[in-house]
């Protein structure tokens, strides 16, 4: 009886593949624990020094960092302003990718659909420095008139109050052009969930007199919430990372700042790390690869916490851990 | 209130594929017709036409006219939305709504198209519908729980409290049964001998049995083959059709010499 039940003997190509995919997995994970290893020994002679007392973090002539007194004070503005920008282009971005992602599963004609996908998918090929030019020569100029309205009439609002940019070099410019950039992951997730709704309940709403977007709100919506969610998440994990969106339509300066429409406007950690390597001394880099480190947890976090929204919610998640409550 | 269906001279088409084709026939208020016939013949395709569900289906389209009590739902203007709130539909699989509560599932059609009502009146219709599904001294202490914790059976009963809950005039059922155990038909086909008084029904059934017991009225579908139309070939009291039918195909069908 045991004896049955023991494996067969494998053959050699499901050994061998076996191997080979064992060891890509290994690969990956000794990448990942690589480039922490890296970043911790690079980050701690920068984090553990007495910023105060050391003549190249206080080097006024290269760098940021002098007029620091420790790592903490210095990555701060810089964590807020990669996760303040990455939350606006969120706000933008996510209803219009849900939109985008809607129209091609369930309104569009066939024929139109396929075309909008492959775009959308195109637009996740642009290179960012791309995104980045853009921004630069038509973002920052379309959005003034925006900007000049918000600000005289909404300005007692903090968002949009403060002295309003003459160039356009806003954080508001920076984040359309990230809310852009993050738009293809956020429509493709979202478009392949609603694509997957059973018909099931969505004949069910119609059968009922649900017109079309009723119908999306009671079937379609429902099941692809936690798809929505964990999709908005790898958006922003994307956003957070983005580098030249920032670095080269915003100026960015080490501040914390909400206000979206001004010239002083906080940093990102990866713009920051684009802007000042080359010209930073030893110690200075040690610090940007300290934030480099930041930047490195956060997405991780959100990162995790997408995937493991997914693994816990997605459609069938779902129902296996219903059946093992009741059972 | 329960209404009479017409279909004349209806074809049903997927694309260019003629599924089903040349329909008459008379549905009378207050009866339940079965409709038989081997797969693929073009019951659930022709019951869909009923309610225009089947143009739910990319390409998919009819000629002809379906009258509700004399009025042609495929007429131009006619919004298919409001031809679905007077005839609802219940599927082979019981499709309750995963995420809604039992509660929520009952009142999801009158909550559609900005329909309003108080907490009482709602309560009510609750109960009334599930009490008219035969299913709220099962649910009534946990109308919060998900329609999804339901058994096969109960949920089936809640899709019917759901499409009964909106008033319709006709409840078409596309093989209601064949997901569920005998009990559970039971309770079904008890149910539908109820709905009976006030609405028109329409069943598809592959079970004869469940045919002669719950219909008045028998409609035999049938095909030549593969690939060709599907016709109605005999329509006629279910007494009739089960005992002496006109047409040799329906004998051979019933009796269980065919398909
Ligand atoms: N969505 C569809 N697209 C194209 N053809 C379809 C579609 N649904 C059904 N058909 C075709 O229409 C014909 C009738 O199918 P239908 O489902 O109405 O048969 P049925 O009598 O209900 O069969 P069953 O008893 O197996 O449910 C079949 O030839 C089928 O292949
Ligand atoms: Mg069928």
Same mark, same amino acid.
């Given at each position: 009886?045991?004896?049955?039940?023991?494996?067969?003997?494998?053959?050699?190509?499901?050994?061998?593949?076996?191997?080979?995919?064992?060891?890509?997995?290994?690969?990956?994970?000794?990448?990942?624990?690589?480039?922490?290893?890296? #970043? #911790?020994?690079?980050?701690?002679?920068?984090?553990?020094?007495?910023?105060?007392?050391?003549?190249? #973090?206080?080097?006024?002539?290269?760098?940021?960092?002098?007029?620091?007194?420790?790592?903490?004070?210095?990555?701060?503005?810089?964590?807020?302003?990669?996760?303040?920008?990455?939350?606006?282009?969120?706000?933008?971005?996510?209803?219009?990718?849900?939109?985008?992602?809607?129209?091609?599963?369930?309104?569009?004609?066939?024929?139109?659909?396929?075309?909008?996908?492959?775009?959308?998918?195109?637009?996740?090929?642009?290179?960012?420095?791309?995104?980045?030019?853009?921004?630069?020569?038509?973002?920052?100029?379309?959005?003034?008139?925006?900007?000049?309205?918000?600000?005289?009439?909404?300005?007692?609002?903090?968002?949009?109050?403060?002295?309003?940019?003459?160039?356009?070099?806003?954080?508001?410019?920076?984040?359309?052009?990230?809310?852009?950039?993050?738009?293809?992951?956020?429509?493709?997730?979202?478009?392949?969930?609603?694509?997957?709704?059973?018909?099931?309940?969505?004949?069910?709403?119609?059968?009922?007199?649900?017109?079309?977007?009723?119908?999306?709100?009671?079937?379609?919506?429902?099941?692809?919430?936690?798809?929505?969610?964990?999709?908005?998440?790898?958006?922003?994990?994307?956003?957070?990372?983005?580098?030249?969106?920032?670095?080269?339509?915003?100026?960015?300066?080490?501040?914390?700042?909400?206000?979206?429409?001004?010239?002083?406007?906080?940093?990102?950690?990866?713009?920051?790390?684009?802007?000042?390597?080359?010209?930073?001394?030893?110690?200075?880099?040690?610090?940007?690869?300290?934030?480099?480190?930041?930047?490195?947890?956060?997405?991780?976090?959100?990162?995790?916490?997408?995937?493991?929204?997914?693994?816990?919610?997605?459609?069938?998640?779902?129902?296996?851990?219903?059946?093992?409550?009741?059972? | 209130?329960?209404?009479?269906?017409?279909?004349?001279?209806?074809?049903?088409?997927?694309?260019?594929?003629?599924?089903?084709?040349?329909?008459?026939?008379?549905?009378?208020?207050?009866?339940?017709?079965?409709?038989?016939?081997?797969?693929?013949?073009?019951?659930?395709?022709?019951?869909?036409?009923?309610?225009?569900?089947?143009?739910?289906?990319?390409?998919?389209?009819?000629?002809?006219?379906?009258?509700?009590?004399?009025?042609?739902?495929?007429?131009?203007?006619?919004?298919?939305?409001?031809?679905?709130?007077?005839?609802?539909?219940?599927?082979?699989?019981?499709?309750?709504?995963?995420?809604?509560?039992?509660?929520?599932?009952?009142?999801?059609?009158?909550?559609?198209?900005?329909?309003?009502?108080?907490?009482?009146?709602?309560?009510?219709?609750?109960?009334?519908?599930?009490?008219?599904?035969?299913?709220?001294?099962?649910?009534?202490?946990?109308?919060?729980?998900?329609?999804?914790?339901?058994?096969?059976?109960?949920?089936?009963?809640?899709?019917?409290?759901?499409?009964?809950?909106?008033?319709?005039?006709?409840?078409?059922?596309?093989?209601?049964?064949?997901?569920?155990?005998?009990?559970?038909?039971?309770?079904?086909?008890?149910?539908?001998?109820?709905?009976?008084?006030?609405?028109?029904?329409?069943?598809?059934?592959?079970?004869?049995?469940?045919?002669?017991?719950?219909?008045?009225?028998?409609?035999?579908?049938?095909?030549?083959?593969?690939?060709?139309?599907?016709?109605?070939?005999?329509?006629?009291?279910?007494?009739?059709?089960?005992?002496?039918?006109?047409?040799?195909?329906?004998?051979?069908?019933?009796?269980?010499?065919?398909?």
């Amino acid at each position: 009886m045991r004896a049955a039940l023991r494996k067969p003997p494998s053959k050699a190509g499901d050994r061998v593949f076996l191997g080979l995919s064992t060891a890509s997995a290994w690969v990956i994970l000794l990448i990942l624990a690589g480039v922490l290893v890296f #970043l #911790l020994v690079k980050a701690a002679p920068a984090i553990a020094a007495n910023w105060a007392d050391s003549s190249q #973090l206080q080097d006024r002539t290269a760098g940021n960092t002098a007029g620091w007194n420790s790592f903490w004070p210095y990555v701060g503005p810089l964590l807020f302003g990669t996760v303040w920008s990455s939350l606006i282009a969120l706000v933008m971005g996510t209803p219009v990718a849900i939109g985008i992602a809607l129209f091609i599963s369930h309104y569009s004609p066939r024929p139109l659909a396929g075309v909008l996908g492959y775009l959308v998918d195109l637009l996740a090929a642009v290179p960012s420095i791309v995104f980045g030019l853009w921004g630069v020569f038509v973002m920052r100029d379309f959005l003034k008139p925006f900007s000049t309205f918000l600000n005289s009439y909404l300005g007692w609002i903090p968002l949009f109050g403060g002295d309003l940019s003459v160039g356009g070099a806003t954080i508001l410019a920076g984040a359309v052009v990230l809310a852009v950039m993050i738009l293809p992951i956020i429509t493709a997730i979202s478009r392949e969930i609603f694509l997957q709704t059973p018909s099931l309940n969505e004949e069910a709403a119609l059968a009922l007199g649900a017109t079309k977007w009723e119908m999306i709100r009671m079937a379609v919506l429902p099941y692809a919430r936690s798809g929505i969610v964990s999709a908005t998440l790898l958006g922003l994990g994307r956003a957070l990372g983005e580098t030249m969106a920032i670095a080269i339509i915003v100026s960015p300066k080490l501040i914390y700042s909400f206000q979206l429409l001004t010239d002083n406007n906080p940093g990102t950690i990866a713009a920051n790390i684009a802007l000042q390597f080359s010209g930073s001394n030893e110690l200075q880099r040690d610090a940007l690869i300290g934030t480099g480190l930041m930047l490195f947890l956060v997405s991780f976090a959100v990162n995790f916490a997408a995937r493991w929204i997914i693994s816990q919610t997605a459609p069938g998640g779902r129902r296996r851990r219903r059946k093992a409550r009741t059972a | 209130m329960s209404k009479r269906i017409e279909a004349t001279d209806l074809n049903v088409y997927y694309g260019d594929f003629l599924a089903v084709e040349g329909v008459n026939i008379e549905i009378e208020p207050r009866t339940v017709t079965a409709f038989i016939g081997p797969s693929g013949c073009g019951k659930s395709t022709f019951l869909r036409t009923l309610n225009r569900m089947h143009e739910v289906i990319p390409g998919a389209r009819v000629t002809g006219e379906v009258l509700l009590d004399g009025d042609n739902l495929y007429a131009p203007g006619v919004d298919p939305v409001l031809v679905r709130r007077q005839v609802g539909m219940v599927f082979q699989r019981p499709n309750p709504f995963p995420t809604m509560s039992i509660r929520d599932n009952v009142l999801a059609g009158v909550k559609l198209n900005g329909g309003r009502m108080s907490k009482s009146d709602q309560d009510d219709l609750v109960e009334r519908s599930l009490r008219g599904a035969n299913l709220w001294n099962e649910v009534k202490d946990r109308l919060d729980r998900p329609g999804s914790s339901l058994s096969g059976g109960q949920q089936q009963r809640l899709c019917i409290a759901r499409a009964v809950a909106v008033q319709p005039d006709v409840i078409l059922m596309d093989e209601p049964c064949s997901a569920l155990d005998p009990i559970s038909t039971l309770a079904i086909e008890d149910l539908i001998e109820e709905l009976k008084k006030e609405y028109t029904i329409v069943i598809v059934t592959h079970n004869m049995q469940q045919a002669t017991r719950v219909s008045d009225k028998t409609a035999f579908f049938n095909i030549a083959g593969t690939g060709k139309p599907g016709h109605l070939i005999e329509y006629d009291d279910t007494s009739v059709i089960f005992s002496n039918p006109k047409v040799k195909a329906t004998e051979d069908y019933v009796s269980g010499r065919f398909g």
